[in-house]
Structure formats: structure tokens, C-alpha cells
């Protein structure tokens, strides 16, 4: 059974501060791993798909990176803004393509 | 497009009583799912569905029924709600395929009383 593990529970960091969210998981035969955001009280948004094949991807300030042998993905934001404030979930896909998901990273950037 | 969409968006149960959650794509999408998110948890499994009559339960499948008769639907019932089913019901979506992930509704709140 995947277990997913995110790292740091929670994060509370000044406005413009590079930031690192960690997510390990057990099983690394994954096909791909998907990074969300959470707003309170709404759904999930999709911010970065990593096919098990790639190493990176990078959408605006948002950076991801697969390291599928050891387990690890890392999500960079880079000069964080106040209305990155949100909850963090990753979520690999293991063989049957269905995403597990870890407890997420909660986020707040303050002015 | 609309995506995923999921009715209703709050509801108020009895104990006892039974209701179904609707969930319906418009993208052609194979593969489905149900998650329950309660604090401090995470996202946990329920029920999902790789293609029309297909179906297979996740990790916390009892007291949910799911059928799939059709691509676009994909609805969860309840069959005799509890207390411990009160949580935030996600409906999500996919090709099931290496380079397309999930896209997920908006959700549903359940509180059974």
C-alpha cells in the first residue's frame, strides 16, 4: 500500500521567501505524480503534473521535482506571495493510475 | 467545458437516512474517482471506476455503493447514513494515462446528524 508523507505539516513564512515542500512516498513504481493546491473550503487545483520519465517541470514560480528511485518529490516556490497561502497535497499514481495522497503542506505567507 | 461537477454542494442527513452523491464529466474521461477528506486525514479512497461497469472499492469503502453505467456518471450512495460519514465527498476524473492526471469537483459536504 502507498504511503504518502508531506513535510513540513504546516509552514508560516514572510512574503518573498523561496520555500521548499517535500513529499516521500513508499512505492516508487508510480506513472506520474500530481502536486495540488487547496484553498479553504474549495476543491483541488492542479498545479504540476511529473511523468514517472521526467525529472522537473516548472509552471510560473512553481517548480516540481521527481526523484522516483528514492521516493521524493520536492515542490520549490520561489518568492512566495501572499496569496500563495493555500494547502499543498501531492499525490503519486501508482499501477492503476489512482492517486494517493498525502496529508498536504498548509501554507501562510503574511505580508 | 464544465469539467467535473458535483451535486449537491452541502446537504444535512439524518441518521439512518440514505441519499446519493451525483458526479458527472464531460471530458471523455475513463477513469473516476471518490475521495472523503476529513481533517487532519488527507484525501482517503472510497470508490472508483476504470470505464463504464467497471468498478472496484478503495480504502474506505464501507457503507458506499457506487455503480458506473455511463462514461460521464459516476454517482456514490449512501446507504444508511452515520455520524461517522460526515466529511467533504471529492469526485475526480482522468484518461488514465502517463501524461494526464486528475482534475477534480468542487465537492460536496455531508453532514449526517
Known amino acids: 500500500k502507498q504511503e504518502v508523507t508531506q513535510i513540513p505539516a504546516a509552514l508560516s513564512v514572510p512574503e518573498g521567501e523561496n520555500l521548499v515542500l517535500n513529499c516521500s512516498f513508499t512505492?516508487?513504481?508510480?506513472?506520474?505524480l500530481q502536486w495540488f493546491r487547496q484553498d479553504p473550503g474549495k476543491g483541488l487545483t492542479s498545479l504540476l503534473l511529473?511523468?514517472?520519465?521526467?525529472r522537473e517541470q516548472t509552471s510560473g514560480r512553481l517548480n516540481a521535482s521527481l526523484d522516483k528511485s528514492s521516493g521524493r518529490s520536492t515542490l520549490y516556490i520561489a518568492a512566495s506571495q501572499p496569496g500563495d497561502s493555500a494547502t499543498y497535497l501531492c499525490a503519486p499514481e501508482g499501477g492503476s493510475y489512482i492517486p494517493t495522497f498525502g496529508r498536504g503542506t498548509s501554507l501562510i505567507v503574511h505580508p | 467545458n464544465a469539467g467535473v461537477t458535483q451535486t449537491p454542494k452541502f446537504q444535512v442527513l439524518k441518521t439512518g437516512q440514505s441519499m446519493t452523491l451525483q458526479c458527472a464529466q464531460d471530458?471523455?474521461?475513463?477513469?473516476m474517482s471518490w475521495y472523503r477528506q476529513d481533517p487532519g486525514m488527507g484525501l482517503r479512497l472510497i470508490h472508483y471506476s476504470v470505464g463504464a461497469g467497471i468498478t472496484d472499492q478503495g480504502e474506505v469503502p464501507n457503507g458506499y455503493n457506487v455503480s458506473r453505467s455511463t462514461t460521464e456518471d459516476f454517482p456514490l450512495r449512501l446507504l444508511s447514513a452515520a455520524p461517522s460519514q460526515t466529511s467533504v465527498y471529492f469526485c475526480?476524473?482522468?484518461?488514465?494515462?502517463?501524461?494526464?492526471?486528475?482534475?477534480f469537483g468542487s465537492g460536496t459536504r455531508l453532514t449526517v446528524v
Open positions: 511529473i511523468q514517472s520519465s521526467q
Open positions: 471530458m471523455n474521461h475513463e477513469y
Open positions: 475526480a476524473s482522468s484518461t488514465g494515462s502517463a501524461n494526464y492526471g486528475y482534475t
Open positions: 512505492d516508487s513504481a508510480i506513472y506520474n
